[in-house]
């Protein structure tokens, strides 16, 4: 049975960073597209980075700059380093992966559990 667990999430003051973490079991990140999504209230679900097999990486237009995704295959762990965060960070933040070698979901609501495999989310709340 394939599991995400994410894990870093909590509340910080504007400017202030926050690490994510993502580990899988039953599910092999190598080769295979990964990234992570988040979704704040009356928002839709938004890209905020991935990660493909090949290791090509994305960053959602907000967050280029700021956050810095990368992933550990021996440990079967990726991590967003969110650096410079703002109130516009706040989110339920997810993470997803594919047995693909991409990850390209594209929805109005995350997570989407037709799609592909994703974790229960955890939440990122900055203050001003």
């Known amino acids: 049975q394939v599991k995400l667990v994410e894990s870093g999430g909590g509340s910080v003051q504007a400017g202030g960073s926050l690490t994510l973490s993502c580990t899988a079991s039953?599910?092999?990140?190598?080769?295979?597209?990964m990234g992570w999504y988040r979704q704040a209230p009356g928002h839709e679900c938004e890209l905020v980075s991935s990660?493909?097999?090949?290791?090509?990486?994305r960053y959602g237009d907000s967050v280029k700059g700021r956050f810095t995704i990368s992933q550990d295959n021996a440990k079967n762990t990726a991590t967003l380093q969110m650096n410079s965060l703002n109130p516009d960070d706040t989110a339920v933040y997810y993470c997803?992966?594919?047995?693909?070698?991409?990850?390209?979901?594209?929805?109005?609501?995350?997570?989407?559990?037709?799609?592909?495999?994703w974790g229960q989310g955890t939440q990122v709340t900055v203050s001003s």
């Open positions: 039953g599910f092999t990140f190598d080769g295979r597209g």
């Open positions: 997803a992966a594919v047995t693909g070698p991409q990850l390209n979901y594209i929805g109005s609501e995350c997570p989407n559990w037709d799609f592909g495999y």
């Open positions: 990660m493909g097999g090949d290791g090509s990486i």
